[in-house]
């Protein structure tokens, strides 16, 4: 079945980075784009941005534009998200999804209706002193 | 950039009972581009309404959602010990996705 597994928790200082890993499994990994959403504790959902596991192709949100990098690998089938610089503002659980975005066998981009109907289990990034 | 605003922020009904949930946008939203999600306590969230009006597959049929423009609806029927969570409305804007800040459906 489509399933997106991630790395396990991290502890961090402020000032340094993190690196999160989402591997996916049971569908053509190249043919969707994954988006990053986090939830601080006890918050809402907040989008971070998208890339294309197609051609690499990124959207970040404001929030955390230059502190952000999307990447995907597709001999591994797992997409990442680096934060740099973190706050205890960045404390929170970062999922990874997929979409909004899927590509035909032509390389066509469309919009994917069933965008975020696969999740990750989540990774709890916990930025403290 | 869009903003989604739900109410009412908690809601306490019954098992048993209808709950409707409303989600208002800033400005015009495609339909196609409005989704609904559930989430429960130390899970990730899932997936019940696609563009506006589509349930997603295996979410039961006591879950519907309308509405167009503006203003969006879910509305969950016969309300199941299972259903009580936090619900969030979702659009995407051409560039990033947005999601209201949740309406918390508790039991009474």
């Known amino acids: 079945q489509v399933q997106l597994v991630q790395s396990e928790a991290e502890v961090k200082k402020p000032g340094a980075s993190v690196k999160v890993s989402c591997k996916a499994s049971?569908?053509?990994?190249?043919?969707?784009?994954f988006t990053w959403v986090r939830q601080a504790p006890g918050q809402g959902l907040e989008c971070m941005g998208w890339?294309?596991?197609?051609?690499?192709?990124?959207n970040y949100a404001q929030k955390v534009q230059g502190r952000v990098t999307m990447t995907t690998d597709s001999s591994t089938s797992t997409a990442y998200m680096e934060l740099r610089s973190l706050t205890t503002d960045d404390t929170a659980i970062y999922y990874c999804?997929?979409?909004?975005?899927?590509?035909?066998?032509?390389?066509?981009?469309?919009?994917?209706?069933?965008?975020?109907?696969?999740w990750g289990q989540g990774t709890t990034v916990t930025v403290s002193s | 950039e869009i903003v989604l605003t739900q109410s009412p922020g908690t809601l306490s009904l019954s098992p048993g009972e209808s709950a409707t949930l409303s989600c208002r946008a800033s400005?015009?939203?495609?339909?196609?581009?409005l989704a609904w999600y559930q989430q429960k306590p130390g899970q990730a969230p899932r997936l019940l309404i696609y563009?506006?009006?589509s349930r997603a597959v295996g979410i039961s049929d006591r879950f519907s959602g309308s509405g167009s423009g503006t203003d969006f609806t879910l509305t969950i029927s016969r309300l199941e010990p299972e259903d009580f969570a936090v619900y969030y409305c979702?659009?995407?804007?051409?560039?990033?996705?947005?999601f209201g800040q949740g309406t918390k459906l508790e039991i009474k």
């Open positions: 999804t997929r979409g909004p975005y899927y590509y035909d066998r032509g390389g066509n981009q469309h919009y994917y209706y069933y965008g975020m109907d696969v």
């Open positions: 049971g569908y053509s990994f190249i043919n969707y784009g």
């Open positions: 890339i294309s596991a197609y051609n690499g192709n990124t």
């Open positions: 400005q015009s939203v495609s339909s196609i581009y």
């Open positions: 563009s506006a009006s």
């Open positions: 979702k659009q995407y804007g051409g560039s990033l996705y947005t």
